[in-house]
């Protein structure tokens, strides 16, 4: 028999949904929703995420699974951010060094036979042909020069160098040259001696004002064959310009002087071009080749470096997907601990479930748990991350100091220390990518903690 009503008694007919009940100002009861009137990741959802993440004692194994989270987190955005900006910086620092202190474009002109059977390259109307392509749009500077190699000595020791033979006022216009990292003597005395890297200053134990005696195989033609040619000139200035293999073996001379002491009287080897944008040096070839006029070939400075720029592009791709497999590891790690929460938990998401609690709110609690551990850990890797770019040079010091010394080898690695360049795109790249795994791999213990059946979860309890 169906039970009757009374006027001003509570509806006990069972309800088709489970409810829970407040108390309204008025000390009545009125019922209330859980599930379906507060919106998805209501505060109610925080508080109870925020309870499960502080684990009792009992619990410690929770707690001791998030905290290996964090910090595996944390150190690996650290390493992926610190080796995307050291990667930035070596390439900016080998490309800058490149272009400071070399010709963005070199213009030659083609082999042509000789009468007496030789094969010559010399530019004859260099200064013409340099006005030329220096009307080019986007041409800064085109200089004629003389190149060839010798033997440098002094206080005993001897050294191979390349030689440029350049004008003062050419030579004044090298950024890396003009305004090196460090440098000795005056660079405005160039007309009266030589420059030197210094990296030959120290092979050959010179200092700026000392002289140099230089020795060319190519010399004077007599009748018993051709003599060395031997002449000695004042150091007036040394360069650092901040790549080992330029330091080590670059030798500027006078241009008119290069000429007389090679053999080169009225010609050029070579003019050397500078252009606005190096990077899209690709884009001035046509007009240059054009300029030149016959029997002209370029050669751009990616057609000198481009094998090693395109190792470098290989390298960088390789060791992201290996910073991204390290943070993916330590990702992993939330998935460990939110299992090992959700079996302790049971009991618990078995009460929330009558209460009233849909699948969906249960699941979000999780994912904050799980999600609140990835962005905590995101954001100190983030923040080491950044500090470490910041300070590379003392760190380095630092490594260096405890080491020995000699850990980095700028004769292998053609610069003097690490360098780091922070840029915004990487530090973004590397957030997103660990947020998106740190969320990814929260999503399945998430869902299995908001498909248990609150039926086999209350059953023995």
Known sequence: MARKRHIGARDLTPRPRRSTFRQTRTGTFEDRDLSRSAPPFSRYEWMIAWRYMRARRAEGGVSVMTWISLVGISLAVFALIATLSVRAGFRAEFVDTILGANAHVTVLNSAEAQANGTVSRVIADYDARAERIAGVDGVTRAAPLIKSQLMANAN???????????????????????????????????????????????????????????????????????????????????????????????LYMPFAEAQSFFNREGVADE?????????????????????AGDRALIWTWRDASGAFLRALTVEDNVMFIIMAILVLIASLNITSGLVMLVKNKGRDI?????????????????????????????????????????????????V?????????????????????KLQLADVLSSVALSLALSFGVTIFPARRAARLNPVEALRYE
């Open 400 to 420: 260096n100091y405890f080491s020995g010394g000699g850990v980095w080898d700028p004769s292998i690695r053609g610069i003097y220390a690490i360098p780091a």
């Open 156 to 250: 005993g020791r001897n050294a191979g160098v390349e030689v440029f033979g350049i004008r003062a006022d050419d030579l004044a216009a090298i950024p890396r040259v003009a305004n090196p990292e460090e440098s000795q003597g005056e660079l405005a005395r160039f007309a009266e001696g030589i420059a030197i890297g210094s990296g030959v200053a120290r092979e050959l134990g010179v200092i700026a004002g000392d002289q140099v005696k230089l020795i060319s195989p190519d010399g004077v033609k007599t009748a018993f064959g051709t003599s060395p040619r031997v002449k000695t000139y004042e150091v007036t200035y040394v360069f650092t310009a901040g790549r080992y293999d330029i330091d080590r073996t670059r």
């Open 271 to 291: 003019i050397e071009v500078m252009v606005e944008d190096p990077d899209n040096v690709e884009r001035y070839a046509i007009p240059i080749l054009s300029a």
């Open 350 to 398: 078995g009460i929330l479930r009558t209460m009233g609690l849909t699948e969906g709110a249960v699941l979000r609690v999780f994912f904050i748990c799980g999600a609140f551990t990835g962005l905590i850990g995101t954001a100190v890797g983030v923040v080491l991350g950044v500090l470490f770019s910041l300070y590379i040079d003392p760190i380095f010091s630092l």
